[in-house]
């Protein structure tokens, strides 16, 4: 869901440090495995028809 940020953030920085010099560090998306998916109780995922919402 952030990771478009990330990637945007990353352009801006690097289009002015290529124009004005290495000011910005540039931004790397950090996506935990365990916590990518986000999934009902039993291991569905999440929806009114499987009630588990």
Same mark, same amino acid.
Request: aromatic letters at 8%.
């Given at each position: 869901?952030?990771?478009?940020?990330?990637?945007?953030?990353? *352009?801006?920085?690097?289009?002015?440090?290529?124009?004005? +010099?290495?000011?910005?560090?540039?931004?790397?998306?950090?996506?935990? *495995?365990?916590?990518?998916?986000?999934?009902?109780?039993? +291991?569905?995922?999440?929806?009114?028809?499987?009630?588990?919402?």
């Amino acid at each position: 869901d952030q990771i478009q940020h990330v990637e945007m953030a990353r *352009d801006i920085a690097q289009r002015f440090n290529h124009h004005y +010099g290495p000011h910005f560090a540039l931004p790397e998306a950090v996506i935990d *495995d365990n916590v990518a998916v986000l999934q009902g109780l039993d +291991g569905r995922k999440m929806s009114k028809s499987y009630n588990n919402t």
